[in-house]
């Protein structure tokens, strides 16, 4: 491929608005062209880093006996609406209307639809278990795009489906996924970790997340140089708590005005903030118009995990509650709400930390005042205790090692189902005892476009990006300094022609710019081997350099497609 007939508009600086390196460099690069906010146009060298993605992914999907089928990206809303995602789903979701009025969605996922096809294609245990996967485009009303193509409004996607007619065939699928996932992620040449996650709003309760740490990314990964590794959601630490033994004081109540955070109490009252009670009010979704009060105590500055207080109460939705809404159940606004005298209607959760501590602060249900000296039991009642908090880097994992903090990239998730949405949308199969039962569900996804910030950002460096050798646009990047002199271009094209016939894929600068613009965009491109080619070409010499670590070997012509294969396997197993 030569340079000058290839869209690659490089440039010297990044958007102001650039916060992660991939960003910033895929910009650069001339890899991503922003349309608009959170969707992006894929150039010639990104759209061929992607098509290497597919294709791994595709061969490793073989090797797992996935089997790679299409469904519209338009969907009907009344599957979503029958298993109750439309709603939940939130704001996320693109919702319109086509010319007759029917109500229609853009799929961010496709657990319903592939159900569909499942339930009135196959009815017998005979046919199953049964994987199917697609690559497609996503769609989700991202609230904040950002980090360029790491987190957009439109994305492409691996998602897949098993179906099995028993534990033991979803077991079966989701092994395989799982260690196809390794394979995939070891190919494109990532460090990654596999995680404890949440589900969310995928339902099912078992899953497994792949996460890329990084300087930047949208989660938190909490891990130790054991074995352990979970995201935020679902981190837990060895409760260490101790109970106090001092003697209950008399409950009293203390103006404490414009105190409304657990650090501005503390001082108002003169105490430690971790005898203090931290009271968070929420709206639980049970049902259809079936909303519970719940709120949950926390030690001090502990951080209430929403998603395990979701898992406790086994809700659809947990939301913030409203000042309105704090006042009707409670009688005061967030930051003097406390336990001390809550109705029955109102469910309180409260921490394992919460359970050992004697003569309390918590709000009084009244703005601008406090009570000291509150206990459970004698003064207020706590329904449920449990793990609800946010674990804290130093802390001791499960593992006995202690917890440290990453930034993580999502790269893929996989979740055993079961009967979430089998049961919800009526596929039923019959048995081996001839029995009608709910097809047994998996679903794997991999961030397909997201792999390339998530590679960049491992990668890159302040010069621009560094790509391995399995997802690069270009093997080799051949650089003649002066393409005006004959003797380069000669050399440019016979060494095209060489490492073409050895199977590597070759860029040529052809350009007439100067030899400082060509090596600052090589740079900024970041293939693996960049071949320069100057004065020494008369004497059939030319510069060999690894983008990766900088290194510069000379080498004769036609020792070239020699050199660079051995390179590529070394870049290869380093990499691996």
């Known amino acids: ?59 490793e999907m073989a090797k797992a006996d996935a089997v790679e089928m299409m469904m519209p990206a338009l969907l009907p809303a009344d ?15 693109f919702k319109l209307k086509d010319r007759r009025d029917r109500d229609f969605i853009m799929g961010p996922t496709h657990e319903e639809t592939f159900t569909e096809v499942i339930r009135d294609s196959i009815k017998s245990y005979k046919k199953l278990p049964l994987v199917v996967y697609q690559l497609q485009d ?64 995928m339902g099912g309760k078992n899953s497994q997340e792949f996460s890329a740490p990084a300087k930047v990314g949208e989660d938190v990964i909490a891990y130790t140089d054991g074995d352990y590794a979970a995201n935020l959601e679902k981190a837990t630490s060895k409760f260490t708590g101790v109970q106090q033994t001092a003697e209950p004081a008399e409950l009293t109540k203390k103006a404490t005005p414009g105190a409304h955070s657990v650090d501005e109490a503390a001082a108002s009252l003169g105490i430690d903030a971790d005898q203090i009670l931290k009271a968070m009010f929420f709206m639980a979704k049970m049902g259809e118009d079936d909303y519970q009060p719940v709120m949950v105590l926390m030690r001090g500055n502990d951080e209430v995990n929403e998603a395990k207080v979701t898992d406790a109460l086994d809700c659809e939705e947990l ?30 959760l409260a921490d394992n930390y919460v359970k050992v501590l004697v003569n309390m602060a918590c709000g009084a249900n009244d703005d601008g005042h406090h009570y000291v000296n509150a206990n459970i039991d004698r003064d207020f009642r706590v329904d449920q205790f449990g793990d609800f908090r946010n674990v804290k880097e130093g802390e001791i994992a499960p593992d006995g090692h202690p917890i440290k903090f990453t930034p993580g990239i999502e790269i893929g998730h996989i979740f055993k189902l079961g009967t979430h949405y089998s049961d919800k949308l009526g596929a039923k199969v019959l048995n081996e005892n001839g029995r009608l039962v709910d097809v047994i569900m998996g679903s794997y996804g991999i961030g397909v476009t997201r792999l390339l910030s998530a590679v960049a950002e491992q990668n890159a460096d302040e010069n621009g990006l560094v790509w391995p050798d399995s997802i690069a646009p270009f093997d080799v990047h051949v650089i003649p300094v002066n393409a005006k002199k004959d003797d380069q271009m000669a050399m440019a094209n016979a060494i095209d022609e060489q490492l073409t016939a050895a199977g590597y894929e070759v860029l040529v600068d ?35 350099k690894i983008r990766k670590t900088g290194e510069t070997i000379e080498v004769k012509q036609e020792e070239v497609a020699n050199t660079v294969g051995i390179l590529l396997k070394q870049l290869n197993s380093q990499n691996n």
């Open 1 to 59: 491929m030569r340079q000058s007939k290839i869209l690659i508009p490089t440039k010297k600086e990044a958007p102001s608005d650039a916060e992660a390196l991939s960003h910033k460099m895929m910009i650069r690069a001339g890899y991503i062209y922003q349309v608009s906010a959170g969707v992006w146009s894929y150039l010639p060298l990104a759209y061929r880093v992607i098509r290497k993605v597919e294709n791994i992914i595709r061969d």
């Open 79 to 93: 599957l979503w609406k029958e298993s109750g995602r439309y709603e939940s789903y939130g704001d996320n979701l």
């Open 138 to 201: 996503k769609f989700r009303d991202e609230d904040r795009p950002r980090y360029g193509i790491l987190r957009g409004k439109e994305f492409e996607m691996l998602d897949g489906y098993s179906f099995s007619a028993d534990q033991a065939g979803l077991d079966e699928a989701y092994d395989k996924q799982a260690q196809a996932y390794r394979n995939i992620f070891d190919r494109v040449g990532l460090n990654y970790k596999v995680i404890l996650a949440d589900s969310g709003t």
């Open 319 to 348: 939301t913030l509650a409203s000042e309105e809404q704090a006042v009707k159940y409670l009688g005061a606004h967030p930051g003097s709400l406390g336990p001390v005298g809550v109705g029955e209607d109102v469910k309180i």
């Open 510 to 544: 052809d350009r007439k710019e100067r030899a400082g613009v060509k090596f600052a965009d090589s740079d900024l491109i970041g293939l693996p081997i960049r071949i320069t080619i100057g004065k020494k070409a008369v004497d059939g010499i030319v510069e060999v």
